[in-house]
Nanobody, 116 residues
């Protein structure tokens, strides 16, 4: 069982920055960030595989950056030039494989509010 703990959320003004952290209780080579607002589907934000394979949703490309610190099993998401529409609960997700079976784990979420 993999446990994910997010931190770093908060309230920031438009154009500001925040860094979210996701610390896993073990190795989680494929880690993603999603976000969700009330009444809406959870949507993909950014993902990282290993240390160099990154992927971003179009609406954050050029503003967000995802990275990993392997010794601490922590994935960071640096969010710059934040917009009101970035306000959401952000969730960390990790996928592990055991004997060919995929398991998806989720953290509890961290809230981001961008005030105008």
């Amino acid at each position: 069982q993999l446990r994910l703990v997010e931190s770093g959320g908060g309230t920031v003004e438009v154009g500001g920055s925040l860094t979210l952290s996701c610390t896993a209780s073990g190795r989680a080579p494929a880690t993603n960030w999603y976000r969700q607002t009330p009444g809406n589907e959870r949507e993909f934000v950014a993902g990282i595989i290993g240390n160099s394979g990154t992927n971003y949703a179009d609406y954050v490309t050029g503003r967000f950056s995802i990275s990993r610190d392997e010794p601490t099993n922590t994935v960071y998401m640096q969010m710059n030039n934040l917009k009101p529409e970035d306000s959401a609960t952000h969730y960390c997700s990790a996928v592990t494989t055991t004997d060919g079976q995929y398991t998806n784990y989720w953290g509890q979420g961290t809230h981001v509010t961008v005030s105008s």
